[in-house]
């Protein structure tokens, strides 16, 4: 997870992520964000859950919340402006954070899962 840097959400923990681009694969868009902030290369990854679109996150555009687990990370951590820490987190810990963009939910269900 990173800890954001800007707008409501700063101060914040979420899934690494951002907006896809208009006919970018999920799969490669979440690839590319994991790229750009933290130039770690995001490879053997599984979708977990695919969240409904949530209008109220942003009014200036359509939000799909999508959660990936990453089997393997590569490379050297570099974060770039979006985010100011990374860090991986327990169960105890997690449930603990500020979390931004509806992610509490998602964790929710993870664990509820495992």
Known sequence: ????????SAGKWSFIGGRDGV???????????VR?????????????RKL????DQDPLGRIW????????????LVLNEE????????????VQLPLA???DEIVAEYFDQS
């Open 52 to 55: 409904d679109y949530d209008e």
């Open 1 to 8: 997870m990173g800890k954001q840097t800007t707008g409501l």
């Open 23 to 33: 006919s970018e694969l999920v799969r490669l868009a979440a690839a590319r964000h």
């Open 65 to 76: 919340n999508i959660a990936y687990l990453v089997g393997t990370a590569v490379g050297d």
């Open 83 to 94: 985010v100011s820490e990374v860090g991986y987190f327990e169960r105890g810990e997690i």
């Open 101 to 103: 963009f509806g992610h």
């Open 36 to 48: 750009e902030q933290t130039n770690l290369e995001f490879v053997d990854a599984r979708l977990f």
